[in-house]
């Protein structure tokens, strides 16, 4: 009897353990049918068969992986598997997966899609591919998908790629090769980007500067120096230091004294708001000079109007030729005016009683604070200890791993990219001791350094894929006219062969562009071209050697051969103006952007007299394609033939030249 | 005794293999779908983004920064450039005429001339994002 029981249990044992057996080895297979990419095909292929009955170029497809293979560039992407339809039109209203892709520069089946989107390609489930797991990162956020083209492009000039532009051109303005290593940015940029240092006692006021490195923005909105979150004390032990550091040579100083009032004329008559805004309202180039007169010194203004480049040689300002009673007036004017008239007389008391003495010990902390922080990165100061880059290497940052970083006390997302943006909003806020000022980037611009940050990847791309990076040779003019264009710093605001600023026209074929009386007038007195802008450039008073010197160098040297100076012997005849008028005013409709006479829409330059100021072959050459001459031009290339060309080319030389404007033209 | 033990080992081993049928839950959750780090609207997908600044940059001077036809030139105008967010007009214009007049300008949709044609500038890519963008203009705030 016993043992029939145990043997009754043996075999119930058996036979349960067998089922169970057999249980355990059926979940593979049954886990292989029920894979997520098969679902989706199938779905694919139902939708297509409703498609086709409406028509469609869509074909069903047999259920399989499907992938791009690249081995160049180590991409095995099966993202197709389930984004069947990423290449087909048809699909640009159908939900995800099936969703037409965007058009993009770039071909889809020989890239694949994780060198733009990041992900595991060789992933065979959503989430596997999208969040990422061993083999890597997950998506990259829509928002920075232009970081990928930083991969492979270089430069910040990457078409169709605004915020990784912007990013990179950020990082260049913001200096921050000072404390870090990035890749692709010269590890030093000119150190003359920020003041220099020596001297700066005898140029600010000391609370001006107690205020100023304890928020920067607060006195200069468009400032690229950072808040450092000073303490008070250190501060104070900072303003202390820096003080010191004056010039030895007194003729540098004397007093502003001269008439108000006559500078007043002078500062406007000299059109400085060209470059220098006032309160807001004028050029942005160079710093806003509301309230200057609370910041400087009035007995440093005169040497620095007077000629600037003996203060700071490598200030932007050019030289004007102004005589001491301007220099003198001027000065007054902008200490006794452009004040700030809201300033807190209280808290200036408090801040220079708060000053200490300058003791040595007091010096050493200025000192050692200084070069803590790395101030001498941006700004030269004879004798401080210039530190290497002392900031984290940023190289491969877009690839870093997310177990590395450290987030601190806060509550965002463990992701890259997030704590990117949170670093870069508030550098100290992942713990104490950090050093990393405060940059202030508004969210849109934390966005773009973030982009251009991300493109900064481990992936080795092989050189086929990377496009030949544009090597601009920096534009040096040396001998006569490299003196004059010293002097008055024309690259400040003009451009010239890829070098120079974008506030005023380039002028790198200005010698096929302009006629040299024009020019010659033009240097005597700038007039305004555009109305509706600004900006002026600013009276020189240059001497006629000068302006002889410079007329014959952009005369001779800033040409372009294709571009012939006259295009008639002789004036035009007059069906083809006529011809050219009718194209003007009625077939183009020219003037909805150009003014002639009084009408006339003010997007583009008034045209009366322009055969005066352009040459013919110039005008030629614009109308037959203006983006050549100009790529960023919004005057539309209208496909002229070279007929019409030189119809509207005569109908404008026809225009009544104007006589030498006065000076209430403006 | 060792047949008890087989058997809890196998009832373990098929529990696991059941539960891992819905896939791996990595825990790192590298994806963020919203920008969760700032408080503003969510921002333009890369068509709209790339159109807004082709219409900034081309169309905004006679068609005003949010489409309404009040650029800084309209005034000079007549007529006055369209205003992009007039809905009757952009139910009843197509995707064809758009392209159109954006390529060919104002006459070849028998609208004034006052239009210029930027298919000589404009490539069919840019083209086809700032038609996203002018179509999504229904929804941007007002001026």
């Known amino acids: ?666 | 005794m060792y047949a008890g033990l087989a058997l809890a080992a196998m009832l373990v081993s098929l529990i696991f293999q059941l539960g891992m049928i819905g896939g791996r839950q990595p825990e790192a959750s590298r994806v963020e779908s919203k920008p969760a780090d700032s408080s503003e609207a969510e921002p333009l997908g890369y068509e709209q983004a790339s159109g807004a600044r082709i219409y900034a940059h081309y169309c905004s001077v006679c068609h005003g920064e949010t489409g309404e036809g009040d650029g800084f030139n309209a005034f000079n105008l007549d007529p006055r450039p369209r205003n992009l967010k007039d809905r009757e007009w952009q139910r009843a214009v197509t995707d064809r005429e758009l392209r159109t007049v954006v390529r060919g300008g104002g006459p070849l949709i028998q609208k004034s001339a006052l239009m210029p044609a930027w298919g000589r500038v404009l490539n069919d890519r840019q083209v086809e994002h700032v038609l996203q963008y002018i179509r999504g203009m229904e929804g941007l705030p007002p001026s």
């Not at chain 1, 006569?480 to 790198?508: M, N, W």
Request: aromatic content about 8%; some cysteine.
């Open chain 1, 1 to 666: 009897m016993k043992r029939l029981a145990s043997l009754l249990r043996v075999q119930t044992v058996f036979v349960f353990s067998s089922f169970l057996t057999l249980a355990v080895l059926a979940v593979p297979p049954i886990k292989d049918y029920l894979q997520g990419w098969k679902s989706y095909q199938e779905q694919y292929n139902k939708l297509v068969g409703q498609m086709l009955r409406g028509g469609t170029m869509a074909r069903p497809v047999s259920v399989g992986i499907i992938q791009t293979f690249n081995p160049e560039l180590g991409v095995v992407d099966r993202c197709v598997t389930c984004h069947i339809s990423i290449l087909d039109a048809t699909f640009r209203d159908a939900p995800q997966p099936y969703r037409t892709h965007p058009k993009t520069p770039h071909n889809i089946s020989e890239l694949g899609c994780t060198i733009c989107h990041g992900g595991d390609g060789r992933a065979t489930s959503k989430k596997d591919a999208h969040v990422g797991g061993i083999s890597g990162y997950g998506l990259l956020p829509g928002q920075y998908v232009a970081a990928s083209c930083g991969q492979c492009h270089a430069g910040n000039n990457v078409p169709e790629a605004y915020a990784l532009n912007a990013g990179r051109q950020l990082i260049e303005e913001s200096n921050c090769v000072a404390c870090h290593v990035i890749p692709g940015f010269a590890r030093t940029l000119e150190v003359g980007r920020a003041p220099d240092l020596d001297g700066i006692g005898d140029k600010v006021k000391p609370q001006w500067l107690y205020r100023w490195l304890k928020d920067p923005k607060a006195y200069l909105p468009r400032t690229r120096m950072p808040a450092f979150h000073f303490t008070d004390e250190e501060a104070s032990t900072l303003t202390a230091f820096l003080l010191t550091k004056k010039t030895t040579n007194p003729a540098l100083l004397e007093p502003a004294a001269g008439s108000v009032d006559e500078g007043k004329t002078i500062f406007r008559e000299r059109r400085c708001v060209s470059c220098h805004g006032v309160g807001g309202r004028g050029g942005t180039l160079a710093p806003d000079l509301g309230t200057v007169g609370s910041k400087l010194n009035p007995e440093w203004l005169p040497r620095w109007l007077e000629s600037p480049r003996e203060v700071f040689h490598s200030t932007r300002m050019p030289q004007f030729a102004f005589p001491r009673s301007a220099v003198l007036a001027v000065s007054s004017y902008i200490s006794t005016d452009l004040v700030d008239d809201s300033e807190d007389d209280a808290e200036t008391e408090a801040i220079l009683k708060n000053l200490p003495a300058p003791t040595v010990v007091t010096l050493k902390r200025g000192r050692e604070l200084f070069e803590k922080l790395g101030c001498s990165r941006c700004h030269r100061l004879e004798g401080a200890q210039v530190k290497g880059e002392f900031g984290p290497d940023l190289s491969n940052i877009g690839s870093r791993d997310i177990d590395l970083l450290e987030f601190g006390n806060l509550s965002i997302r463990r992701t890259l990219p997030s704590w990117l943006m949170a670093k870069l909003k508030n550098p100290r806020g992942f713990g104490n001791n950090l050093l990393m000022p405060n940059y202030q980037f508004t969210d849109e611009e934390a966005r773009s350094v973030v982009t251009a940050l991300l493109s900064i990847t481990s992936r080795s791309i092989p050189s086929r894929y990377r496009p030949q990076p544009e090597v601009k040779p920096e534009f040096r003019s040396a001998g006569e006219f490299g003196r004059v264009a010293s002097k008055y710093q024309c690259l400040t605001c003009h451009r010239i062969q890829g070098s120079g600023g974008a506030l005023a026209p380039d002028l790198t074929i200005a010698g096929s562009q302009l006629k040299p009386e024009w020019l010659r007038r033009y240097f005597r007195l700038p007039y305004t071209v555009r109305p509706i802008l600004q900006e002026r450039m600013p009276i020189f008073d240059m001497s006629e050697k000068e302006i002889d010197t410079a007329v014959t160098y952009i005369r001779l040297a800033l040409r372009d051969d294709s571009i012939t100076e006259e295009v008639f012997d002789g004036s035009p005849p007059a069906d083809l103006i006529k011809q050219g008028r009718t194209l003007f005013h009625e077939t183009y409709a020219c003037q909805n952007c150009h003014q002639i006479g009084m009408t006339g829409g003010y997007v583009g330059p008034p045209l009366d007299g322009v055969g005066e100021r352009l040459y013919s072959g110039y005008i030629f050459s614009w109308l037959r394609n203006p983006q050549a001459i100009k790529p960023e031009t919004i005057d539309p290339n209208r496909g002229l033939t070279e007929g019409q060309a030189r119809a509207l080319t005569a109908y404008l030389l026809s225009l009544p030249k104007v006589s030498a404007r006065s000076a209430t033209n403006e």
